[in-house]
Every structure is written in C-alpha cells, then in structure tokens.
C-alpha cells in the first residue's frame, strides 16, 4: 500500500503487464478487468491484451469495482482479496455494496497471484542506514518518549506502527528496500513500556544498527527493543489484543490495512486519519530545517550545473531528454551525502512536457532543442535531506504564448509562495491563490498545488497539502514543509510547472490576528527561474520584487557554494541568470 | 429543524428560559445542561436559571452531549429523544455513543415537553400565497414532471420532500407559518404516478389555492394532488414501505429526521445530501432572476431614501439602532410586493457592530452618532424575490485605522465578486480570496463569506455557498445566486462589512478553459458603497475601476428607480454618493 514498491509487490503488472503505478485488477473466472486513472488510458491500453477490459476512472459510464463485480458475478459469489493490501476503509465499502447484492467479499491470507507466480523475486532486506542526532535532531528514545505522552493524552494502550516512512523516522534508521524511498520493510508496535520491531532477515546483526538500536546496551526496560520477524505481525498483535480488559484501546492509522484493522476487536480499535508519529514527523525540529536547508543548496549546485551543461550542449542537438535526466543524476551524484534520486525524473520536452507525470523511455525520448519549452521536474535524496524541484525553460525564443502562460504560473508560484495567512489555516484554503492569475485569462491545472515532503524520507508525505481535493489535511505549521508548483499543460504542446520546496515559517505582520499569529512560506529550493520565460509587464510591481529578491538569495546563498566547490562556469551561469528583472513604467 | 420555527416549536425556550437561535437542553433525573455556541455564551448565561448547566460549545474542554450523557447516567440507562426534531446522523452518532457504554437512545413519540407545557401555541396555519408564472418561470406540473425525471435516472420510486422551502417551491405556493421565511408546515411524497401533499387545516379550502393546485380540475391522474393531513405523514410513508418490493427504493436528503428516516427500511432508503429540488430550486431560472432583479432595485430604493434620511437625522442625536431599523422596513414597506423582512434586521453601531449576529434590543439600544461606524445587515422579502445586504458607513470622521479596515474588507469583496473560475468550481475554493487583503495584515474574520439566497424563499438556503468550511457543497451553476459578505470585527470597537447579493454568471475568458467554460458574479444589490470609508492608496487601479463601475450602474439603475417613484432627495444622495474615485499617481 506504498507509494513506491518493490518488484515482489508488482503483482498487477505481473497478471496484466501494467505497470503504470496505479491500477487495480479484478479477475472473475470469465472476466478480467483493469481500473486506472487518466494518467494511465494509453499506457494500460498498449499494456493490457484483449483479455482485459480496461475501466476508464473518472469518466461518467466507468462503473465502480463494486457496481461492475455486482453485474458481472452470479448470485452468491464470494470475492477474495489479499487483506494485506487492501485499506480498511475500502474492504468496508466493497464489502457492503457485495453484501447487499448477495455476495461475500472474503480475505485471502495466501495471495493468489504468488501461487502462481514462479520467479516472483524475494522481498528485499538491503542493509539499514543509522541517523544521528545531527541529522535527526531528536533520539529515537525520546521520540518513543514523546509518542507515549500522546498515547496517555489519548488514553490508548498500544500503538501499531504501519506506514514505512513511520517507522523509519521513528527509529532513525533508513533503508533501501524500495526505489526512491529510503524506508525498509518494517512494523513496529509500541506498548506502554514495551518496543516491538517486526523486521526481516538478519538487519538486526550489523554492529552499528545494534548499537544506534541500544540492542546489547543494559537500559530501562521500556526502551528495550524486541526485534520479531516482519511476518509475525498478525499473530502478535492477534495476542496482544487477545490479553486486553475492556476499555483498552490500541491506536492505528484508518489507512492500515484491512489484515491488522481486523485484527484489532471493534471495540479496542482507536483509529484516526493521522497517527501521532505522521504530524511530529511533519513539523520538521531545527536539525531536519538545516538538513533540509542543507541538501536544498546541494541540489541547486548540481541544477546550476546541469542548466549550464544544457545551455551549451542542446545547441549541439546531442542532448535527449534521457541524456538530460541523466546528466542531472550525475551532477546530483558528485554531491555530499548524496544517496538516490527522490523520485523518477520527469524530463520532458514540448508536447511531451504536457504529459503530468512523464517519464522518458526510449521509444518516446526527444531531443532538447532550441524550438521548445522543456521541463524538468527532479530531486534527490541526501542523507540531511529530500528535494523535489522543477524548472521549464527554452534554449532559444519562446513565442508570446509560450510567455503568457509561463508568467500566470509564476504569478501563481508567487501568490502561495508569498501568502500569509493565521495560524490554523488548512493547505486546501491557498489552492485558488495558485490558479488566480491562469482562472482569469481562463486556463486551468488538473492537479493540486502542493504536497508534504520528507526529511530524508518520502518525497510526497501527509498530513498536509495545497490542494482543491479536500482530504483530511492537518492545519499547516511552522516547520511543515511542502511544496509550491502551479502548472500549465497545453496539450500536444508544451507542458510549464514551476516547483519550489517551501518552508512554513512565522509571518510577521501589521496586527498579527490578535495575537493568533501568523504564518508564510520559505522558499528551501534556490535554483533561478528563468527570466527569458517572463513576460514582464504581466507582473506587478510585488511581483517583480519577488522575483528579484528570490534571485538575489540564490546568487548569495549558491553562489557562495558553487565559489566553495570550486565550479566557475556554473557560478557564472548563475549570475547571469539572476539579473533582476525591471518592470517598464 | 428548520432555521426559524413557529412559537409551538420554541420547546427549549420554555423549558430554560434561553431563547437564542441555537442550543440543545438536556435533562436527566438529576441534571440539566445546556449546549451553545460562542454566539450566545452571554445570553444564555443570563437567561438560564442554576439548575442549569452551561455547555460551551467550541472550548476545549466542553464534553460532547454524548461524552457528557455517558459521564452522568447511571447504568443501563434510556435517553428519550422526540424522533421528529433529530437529524437521522445526529441520532446514529448518539445512539452509537450511548449503546457503547451500555445505554440506549429510544424515539419518544410524545414530545415530553409538551405534555407539561399547559399554554403552548398551536402549529401556526396561515393562508397560503399562490404564486404565478410571471414569478416562478415553471409551472408544479412541469417541476414535477422534471422531478420525475430525477428520479427514474436514479432509479427511486418514491421521494420524500421535508424542507419547508422545497414544498413551497416545488407547489408555487408561499406561506408565512413561520417568521421571516415565507413556507408553510407541509411535506410532500412524489411517487411516480401520485403526490401526496401533507398540509394541516382548512388551508385547501381556500378557492385561489385550489384553482392553483387544479384540485377540481379533471386532469392527468399523474398530477392529481391527494392532500392529507399534516400529522398523518408517518404512518403513510410506513404504509407506502409496506408495499415496497425488493429494490425498489425511496429517496430522502439524509437531512431529514430520525423519524421519517427510519420508517423507511434500510435496504429500500435512497439518502442524498442534497435532493433534486435542492439544486433545481438553487439555480434560478429567466423569470426568478428577473424577479430579483426587480426585488433588489426596489429594496436598492428604499435604503437610498434610509440612508438619505440618516444623514439628515443622525447628527440630530435622535436616531437609534431601534429606530433606524424600524425606519428600514417603513421604506421597505412603500415597495411595490412587500411581504416581510427577510430576518432580523441587524442595525448596530459601534461596540455593538463587532456582535456578528447582533439585534438591537431595549437595553442595548445605542444612539447613532457621527463618532461610530455604523452596520446595517437587512433585507426583505418581496413577491418577486429575497434580499440581503450589508452596509457599514459613518456619518462623521472616519478613523485613519477604520478606513483602513473598511478597505481591506472591500478589496475582499471586490476579490469574491469579480473572480473568474472554471465551470464545476466550489464555492469554498473561493473563500480565502475574501481574506487575502486581511490576512496580509494579520486581520481576518471568523464567519463564512457567502451563503445561498432563495427567490421570494429562505434567506439563507443550500446547497452552495462560500465558507472555509467544507461542508458538501455543490459546485457553483450559472443562475445561482449567493452573498458575498466579508467582514471586520475588532471587539467592543467597532464592526464592518459589505455585502452584496450575486449571481452567478457565464464569464468571457482569454481562453475559456478548453471550452469547459468559466463562471463569474454580477451583483444583483445595488446599493452605493461608502467611499468616505474607502483609503483610495490602498486600492489597485483595478479594485477603484471596480468600485467606480460598480457605481455607475447604481447611479443609472437605482436613479432611473427613485426618479420614476419620485424620490428627489433620495436621487441626489444616491448621485452624491456614486461620484467615481480617483487614484492619486
């Protein structure tokens, strides 16, 4: 139930050949169908083979999982699905809408599809990362400290731990057990005075993860780590719920699977949309604020690099969107710290720029030119910390249209970027400050604004957001860090985004909502925009302010490092990137 | 369970003494309590006698009903609840509270306060109003023929109509039962070939209303109207389930109550948020907006000739908040089509203005002066439509600090009514445009910005609107018609706010979202906005074009209004009073 998993998980693309990363598979014994989202129409279509029926979601005939299964099933069907990857809320609806066409909806412990499944690849178990305090600003013993109070708060005596990124930030510890994200197949279940680990294989040997775990250490008794085999989890929280008076609670995410929801009686479950560890994990501590700080200047000197490279070799004609990926990959690489990308690069140039989550492969790779807008929308993992940043921009001369969105965007970028609003707020309420500018000229972006970002962890992370979509988004506060990044998509054209990192940070302002205090944004990311792509009249005079004063901290702030590390051409570039714009009067 | 009720349903009233708007009592053998919100923390403090405890809704540490009933009642205890003034989720949350503790909700049949209350009202019965084409554009046949056609699309054969407004829209019929809103009790059953109207009295006896609703008339058996007694609708919905057969479903808003809600079975309810006549009666159709066109000029009218009249008066020192008030509706009353007031008139100046909801009452009466702001929240109900506007002025000078609130206030308004946003857009996404001015200095206001307004119905109606708070709101149609009211509220000072009722519009874009189209507002009040309270620097060029154009059409539709009523003086303040403003460069 990950975002990113690993190739043992596949099992959809697998039975069906899809392997878009979102799509369900529904097999009855005359019928096979494939739900996917408009992202994926094209590529499941060229996937799939004539066996399937492919399920269009979002357009108005495209039945739902439950309706289609009630038309096509005969009376009394049972329905089987693995409960380990199915959230509880959504067996909770399959199964009534079955239920009440006659039908069973059933779990399947042994999972089909591996039945069948002869060279399915194991469930990796690379090597754990340790984190210190530099990078983690607090020990895990006081993280599990902090995660008890709030359980005495909530009067719950248990608490199952069941995101990844979860339990890697709350033991400090990383892994390499899926792309992208450095998390590792894990649960914990945290008692009152007891600490249970499930993981697999033999992580817990290495010297140094004993050691950062405190495994062979003599201390108090309810930091002593029990460390159980990753697939005992059923049976051990299966026990404990087993051993529990009535009224004792056990907390877990309303997003966990259905296998440990069931897990839990009715009556001792206490499940909330955002598990306590979710919210301290977002409100990054001042050592994950300089990480992330850190790894943002990294980042922006490889960038520099990068769009100096491509200034100069895109001319050539030899630099494809793959080439260009790549190239930025290495400069990433060349980086302190550096440990993976943070997600699959989207590079991409004219029409396939309008394509929202492209990722180039050979049969669609393009080369950059000086004739169209290209895009790049990048990041990496860092030991001190996570980027995500996208940039679009021409190598020769934009045409007037091509300028008029691209400056509605960055209006946009701005108007987030710049907002102050009080304490409290929820993301979703500074969505239409992005699309203000392109609403007006009447031009739109099918996707939200901002997503959470990790410290050295996911890439996209709840509990808060920028979006239209009002899922259950935590108040921003200081320390959240999330994402700003309006675009413009012209189908078949070009595609503009403009992404910054941004911190939550305390606004000053004139009144200061009686004292409710305020809030703004920070930008961490610090690569310049490119201001051959502004049409400036467009901007107001607030505007252009922000536009200078942005690349004045870019040309201090990375300046400074590209002069350190010694990278000239690339300081050059940045200089001449960062001229600041005049508005005529 | 409807916004304003009748003298016979002020049941809380006479047993506590608290007469506000909203709360709920609760009465155990040993206890009582009394839950309210922020708004009438005070007044119910004062009106409650010590058997009563307080339950501050909103502060932290005010239990739940539910938190509060498990906490008092002995074991195994029954609490009663009249099943007809209950909504059905209201009852499953509680009853859900309780059983898990070990008590149990049960539907009391006979109200219990009535039973002790010797000298309660009866159900008020007032003539009913029949309402033409000329004002409603669609006849009830033709309404119900669409509805019909709602409900085989959803495959329903029976809905239940419960809100007062959706009866008397759906039969073109206007009552005055209850104060301000002009409905009548009734609820109606549309089956696909019957209408049962539930109404008390000898209100069908009445030869125009008959005539209306063709009860004489030899017509299509699908449009004769069975009228049944007010009381017996109960025990006709059970008999109309009775006969049900599987599948076949009934369709009601999961608004309605308890009672109604549960005679129908599980498996045979159909609940939506929102019922076809909802939406159908949200966007108004050619007739209806003309209508309140009309309804606003005239109410446009009669506040020129308030206002006229307060200049004059007010440094007199003889005009009160009382007075002011009653003098609005006295002009109001002059209007062709007249009906009522639309809601308690809110007329307040200084301190009093920053009580959101205030009304003036005897012991709070405050002169009008020239050293306060003055708030006048008011509207009327016409024959041809509903009105609601807001002005806030000051017959002095102006504070430095006062204008400056005011400007913020109007940038907001300015910032709602002259958005541009794609077809299918929510109101809520809409909201914080409002606040963004505010916000920038750290002010912002704690109500919602904008409502629905009903034509010649409810004041206050679903299923749109603009609030930070996301309840299910329908995205925003052309033909619907909302306010647009941010505000300023600075405590024991002074209050400010600008409303303006709006409707929505097809607006013409650059680029027209793909061809999906864009929506925008026109203003339908028309009444001038003080410029004496505008700071004309704080303004863009943009906003002062707003306000100037906006006046201009005050000055040519409202004049041409007063000079054809002969209103000379009235003409002259409202020409003095749309004079353009200027921004100094």
New interface residues.
């Given amino acids: 139930m990950s975002e990113y998993i690993a190739p043992c998980d596949c099992r959809r693309a697998f039975i069906s050949g899809f392997d878009g990363s979102a799509g369900t598979a529904i097999i009855t014994e005359q019928k096979a169908a494939m739900w996917t989202d408009g992202r994926y129409f094209l590529q499941a279509a060229q996937q799939i083979d004539s066996n399937w029926t492919l399920m269009k979601m979002g357009l108005k005939d495209t039945p739902t999982q439950e309706d289609w299964l009630v038309s096509v099933l005969p009376e009394g069907s049972k329905v089987g699905v693995d409960p380990f990857i199915i959230p509880a809320d959504q067996w909770k609806r399959i199964s009534k809408a079955l239920k ?1 066409a006659g039908h069973v909806l059933v779990p399947v412990k042994e999972n089909l599809i591996d039945a069948i499944w002869m060279d399915r690849p194991q469930r990796p178990c690379k090597p754990l990362m340790t984190l210190d305090l530099s990078y983690t600003g607090i020990g895990w013993k006081e993280k599990i400290a902090a995660l008890r109070a709030k359980m005495v708060e909530r009067k719950v005596l248990w608490l199952v731990v069941t995101a990844l990124d979860e339990v890697s930030w709350l033991f400090n510890l990383r892994g390499s057990d899926v792309e992208y994200n450095p998390v590792f197949f894990a649960y914990a279940v945290i008692g009152t005075d007891t600490i249970r680990l499930f993981i697999s294989g033999d992580r817990m040997a290495d010297p140094s993860t004993r050691e950062h775990l405190l495994l062979d250490s003599s201390l108090e008794a309810e930091f002593k780590i029990q460390v159980v085999p990753y697939e005992s989890v059923l049976t051990e929280l299966q026990a404990i719920c087993v051993g529990l008076s009535p009224k004792e609670k056990v907390w877990l995410s309303d997003k966990a699977s259905y296998a440990l929801t069931e897990a839990i009686p009715k ?1 001792h479950r206490y499940l909330t949309p955002c598990t306590p560890i979710c919210i301290a994990k977002a409100v990054k501590n001042a050592a994950e604020t300089e990480g992330m700080r850190r790894a943002h200047i990294k980042d922006a000197v490889a960038l520099c690099e990068l769009f100096n490279w491509l200034e100069k070799e895109v001319p050539k004609g030899s630099v494809t969107e793959i080439s260009a990926a790549d190239k930025a990959e290495e400069f990433r690489s060349q980086q302190t710290d550096f440990v993976d990308l943070s997600f699959a690069t989207i590079s991409s140039t004219g029409p396939n720029g309008a394509i929202i989550h492209y990722k180039p492969v050979p049969e669609t790779n393009r080369a950059l030119s000086g004739n169209e807008i290209y895009l790049l929308d990048s990041g990496a993992q860092y030991k001190d910390g996570t980027t995500d940043v996208t940039r679009t921009m021409h190598f020769g001369t934009p045409s007037a249209y091509e300028k008029e969105c691209f400056t509605y965007v960055l209006k946009g970028h701005i108007a987030v970027s710049a ?4 304490n409290g707020t929820k993301g ?6 992005a ?2 500018a392109l ?6 972006y099918l996707h939200g604004t901002g997503h959470g970002v990790g410290c050295f962890l996911n890439v996209h992370e709840g509990p808060c957001g920028i979006s ?1 979509k ?1 899922f259950a988004d935590e108040p921003l506060e200081a320390g959240m860090i999330v994402s700003d990044e309006p675009g413009y998509y012209e189908d078949e054209s070009f595609g503009i985004r403009i992404e910054n990192v941004v911190l939550v940070i305390p606004a000053k ?5 009686s004292n ?1 205090g ?1 809030l703004t944004f920070e930008p961490l990311t610090l690569v310049p925009i490119q201001t051959k792509m502004i049409s400036v009249p467009l901007l107001t005079q607030k505007e252009c302010d922000w536009v200078n004063d942005y690349h004045r901290k870019c040309r201090e702030v990375i300046g400074a490092e590209l002069k350190s590390q010694g990278r000239h051409e690339a300081l050059q570039w940045l200089i001449r990137e960062t001229e600041p714009i005049t508005k005529m009067h």
């Fill in positions: 009440s009556a907002a102050i609003f009080p979703h309420l500074l969505d239409s400050f699309r203000s609403w007006d000229c009447g031009l739109d239209y009002t302002t004139k009144y200061n909502f409710r305020s």
